[in-house]
């Protein structure tokens, strides 16, 4: 009832048509905020993640690219917003490679748009800037937190450092409220098609219904500390609920490979596998008809790859009271179940 009668907040998140910017809006309609949302296009297609959580109707959607600067000096001047969560990005690694300076323009420039803009207004806003866990790249120490030296190894990390370090110096020269969320990969049913988690669940589903045949795949020996997006945006919020603003590493702390997740799909499925090969050669067979499930493609290969990055996240633990609620487990659980509804439904399959 309290609730009811005070003002409701403003929040305004960028990227709201990803995966994250989604599960936040969910997360802090329930905390009765208002929320408004930028993306780049207005196509029906853009919103299905609003639409598959039911809040499309709840938010007020505008067409504007962060790296517009005029639309967001009015967007800021209609609105008074609380806080500002800037999820927007070309957050594609692989495709950061081939378009580095649109991807810069995007994720460094955007953002520093946006510290601008909220640098000459009259009033408080805070900030919250969606950093990355790729920053670190070839990192020479075992676990990484806010202390750790960046060593960034693609132009989407390099492009994510930019942004981390305006966002200290925002904070510092002008005392904005602003900062940053060092967030390890996070997953979900609502991932986009083209990274490496839902390219396997939703490739493994099609494969179960006879739709597929093979997942192509990179290197599969790579190591990832993953985490469910859910439990991830909830830290965003908390950050920004502080009394001092700081910098905070989000993550679970363990570490998986590419194989590992995609032999814990299996389970999930019950197929009977083995793999075959080394190297470029190996495969996933299916023991049943021998056909191939999974195929090493060298093309998927990034030109420079990080290896393995595991997070410490005691600082949130301590300070935000935040740890992950999510294993490994139910994770790929929920994403094999969420597509093979979505391909049994696509292909009108009875089950
Ligand atoms: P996502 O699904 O790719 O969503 C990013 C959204 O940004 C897109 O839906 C796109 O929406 C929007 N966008 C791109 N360029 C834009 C521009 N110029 N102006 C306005 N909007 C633009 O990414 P996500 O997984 O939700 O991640 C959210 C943020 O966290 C990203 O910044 C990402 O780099 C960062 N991050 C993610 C992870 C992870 O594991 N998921 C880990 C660390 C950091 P439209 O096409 O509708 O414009």
Request: net charge positive; proline share 2%; glycine share 4%.
């Amino acid at each position: 009832m309290l609730d009811l009668l005070m003002t409701k907040k403003i929040a305004l998140i960028t990227g709201i048509s990803g995966q994250d910017g989604a599960y936040l809006a969910k997360f802090l309609l329930k905390k009765n905020y208002k929320i408004i949302g930028l993306t780049r296009t207005t196509s029906k297609n853009n919103n299905w993640r609003l639409k598959k959580l039911n809040i499309l109707n709840k938010i007020s959607i505008k067409k504007i690219d962060i790296r517009e600067t005029k639309k967001l000096i009015r967007l800021f001047t209609k609105y008074k917003f609380d806080e500002v969560y800037n999820l927007a990005a070309q957050s594609y690694v692989n495709k950061s490679f081939k378009k580095p300076t649109e991807t810069f323009k995007i994720n460094a420039s955007g953002t520093l748009n946006i510290l601008k803009v909220i640098k000459d207004q009259k009033r408080k806003i805070k900030f919250y800037q969606a950093s990355s866990s790729e920053m670190f790249g070839k990192s020479r120490k075992k676990y990484q937190n806010e202390k750790t030296l960046f060593n960034p190894r693609s132009p989407y990390a390099k492009s994510k450092a930019f942004a981390h370090h305006s966002v200290i110096n925002y904070r510092k020269k002008y005392q904005i409220h602003a900062v940053n969320g060092i967030l390890f990969n996070h997953e979900s049913p609502l991932r986009g098609e083209d990274f490496v988690t839902r390219k396997i669940t939703l490739g493994l589903s099609k494969i179960y219904f006879n739709k597929q045949k093979t997942v192509y795949l990179g290197n599969i020996n790579l190591k990832r500390d993953w985490g469910y997006s859910e439990d991830y945006v909830t830290a965003m919020w908390k950050m920004l609920q502080t009394k001092k603003p700081k910098d905070y590493v989000i993550a679970t702390g363990k570490t998986c490979s590419i194989k590992q997740f995609i032999n814990e799909a299996i389970k999930v499925l019950k197929l009977k596998t083995k793999w075959i090969g080394k190297d470029l050669n190996e495969k996933l067979i299916n023991k049943v008809n021998n056909k191939t499930i999974i195929s090493i493609d060298k093309k998927f290969f990034r030109p420079k790859d990080v290896g393995s990055l595991k997070g410490n996240f005691n600082k949130a633990k301590k300070e935000l009271n935040w740890k992950p609620k999510t294993s490994f487990s139910k994770l790929v659980k929920m994403m094999i179940v969420s597509d093979l509804e979505l391909v049994k439904n696509k292909y009108k399959i009875k089950f």
